[in-house]
C-alpha cells in the first residue's frame, strides 16, 4: 500500500502549489512554493533553520 504525503508551503501554508525543486547538499528534498516563490525543506540538519529558532531574538 502507497501513502501520499500532501506537503504544505513553510511561509504561506498553500497545500495545492508546492513542487519538488531538487535536493539539498545531503540529500533532503527541497520544495518550491509557487505561491509565495519561496523555497523550503521538510527536514533540516541544520536546527537554525528551523522557524521556531530562527524567529527567536538576540539577547
Known sequence: ???TQTI???YC???DKVRKH???KVGYQRYLCLEC???FQVK???TGCVQ???SLDPA
Do not use: L
Open 8 to 10: 504544505c508551503c513553510a
Open 52 to 54: 521556531k529558532i530562527s
Open 22 to 24: 531538487g535536493k539539498s
Open 37 to 39: 516563490r519561496r523555497t
Open 44 to 46: 533540516y540538519i541544520y
Open 13 to 15: 501554508n498553500a497545500k
Open 1 to 3: 500500500m502507497m501513502t
